[in-house]
Antibody, heavy 121, light 107 residues
């Protein structure tokens, strides 16, 4: 059974940093692209970043480009999101999501429950 | 960036009724359109991909149609567990974008 469990969220001051993790199990992690999608409180879904399975291609939303960095450790079946220079508008629940197939990066068939990031002074 | 617009924002219906949700793209996304369902306190789940293909395990009462810029998600007969928020998402190019969602609530 596929399972995605996020961790690392919390309260951080504007301008601060945080690193999120997503522990994956139940599938061949290195074969699939992985993504982060966020949801501000009471709002809709916003795609943040995607990382391919093995050749390290990355894609970022303009709103986080240059501030956030997505990475993975395939030996640990773990996805990361390094978030720097955080802003109040980054406050959201951050979900990690698995690509539906090994060749289509941009459809998400499994999602984690998410971890809450709150940026406030 | 392709802007996805969903309508209506809220749909008030009774169990057993038919639900019709719309999603419009600001430019053609071909058939690269997905629908997700999100229940309160839960992660989203994939319902439909590439406009009309049901994801694994999705009941036949859910169907998708459309191409280009106009898409529809139809729930033929609402079950109690179908009351939720529904989002569309394109995968035509980067950046990926979602619609603002349609909440299907019990009338």
């Amino acid at each position: 059974e596929v399972e995605l469990v996020e961790s690392g969220g919390g309260l951080v001051q504007p301008g601060g940093s945080l690193r999120l993790s997503c522990a994956a199990s139940g599938f061949s992690f290195s074969s699939y692209a992985m993504s982060w999608v966020r949801q501000a409180p009471g709002k809709g879904l916003e795609w943040v970043a995607t990382l391919s399975g093995s050749d390290s291609r990355t894609y970022y939303a303009d709103s986080v480009k240059g501030r956030f960095s997505i990475s993975r450790d395939n030996s640990k079946n773990t996805l990361y999101l390094q978030m720097d220079t955080l802003r109040a508008e980054d406050t959201a629940v951050y979900h990690c999501a698995k690509a539906m197939t090994t060749v289509i990066f941009s459809l998400f068939d499994y999602w984690g429950q998410g971890t809450l990031v709150a940026v406030s002074s | 960036e392709i802007v996805m617009t969903q309508s209506p924002a809220t749909l008030s219906l009774s169990p057993g009724e038919r639900a019709t949700l719309s999603c419009r793209a600001s430019q053609s996304v071909n058939s690269y359109l997905a629908w997700y369902q999100q229940k309160p306190g839960q992660a989203p789940s994939l319902l439909i991909f590439d406009a009309s293909n049901r994801a694994t395990g999705i009941p036949a009462r859910f169907s998708g149609s459309g191409s280009g810029t106009d898409f529809t998600l139809t729930i033929s007969s609402l079950e109690p567990e179908d009351f939720a928020v529904y989002y569309c998402q394109h995968r035509r190019n980067w950046p990926l974008t979602f619609g603002g969602g349609t909440k299907v609530e019990i009338k």
